[in-house]
């Protein structure tokens, strides 16, 4: 962090402690260029976001469903759980980066698939199956062919 004297980076905390009955953290940061002293605030980010379902019923975004849905999808599949943890997080900058309070699961739900896609074609398809609700097989199957031919 910058020095708000000098305005060099060369900061650094001294001490940290709670404020604010644990709702935020104070820091004491001391700069090495001019020695001066400032303090800092850390607080938690909120911004609530909606998930908009289907059935139109809303909901509080939740990270670990999307995991959970993934990892379904992956399920003896040669994804690492590193590369499900950055897919996550790919898709949760990105739909924190729009700036709604409401988003729509399904816009969600294309995200994932967008990724999935170039991770792994069968993880690729279950999910699909499962959030497109897929009615029958011959869809499905119609969906895993388009992956295959687009991967070759
Ligand atoms: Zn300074």
Redesign the pocket.
Same mark, same amino acid.
């Given at each position: 962090m910058k $020095?708000p004297?000098?305005?060099?980076d060369n900061?650094r905390v001294i001490d940290s402690r709670p404020a604010d009955e644990n709702n935020s953290i104070r820091r004491r940061r001391m700069?090495d260029? $001019?020695?001066?002293r400032f303090t800092t605030y850390e607080k938690i980010e909120t911004i609530p976001l909606i998930v908009i379902k289907k059935d139109n019923n809303r909901e509080t975004y939740d990270r670990s469903k999307i995991e959970a849905g993934v990892l379904r999808a992956c399920h003896k599949r040669p994804v690492s759980a590193n590369q499900i943890t950055r897919l996550v997080d790919e898709v949760e900058t990105e739909v924190f980066n729009m700036e709604e309070k409401e988003i729509p699961s399904q816009v969600i739900g294309e995200l994932v698939m967008d990724r999935l896609k170039d991770l792994d074609a069968v993880a690729y398809v279950r999910f699909a199956s499962v959030y497109r609700e897929f009615k029958d097989i011959n869809t499905f199957m119609d969906e895993l062919k388009k992956v295959i031919s687009t991967k070759g």
């Open positions: $020095c004297f000098c305005g060099r900061t700069c260029e $001019c020695g001066k």
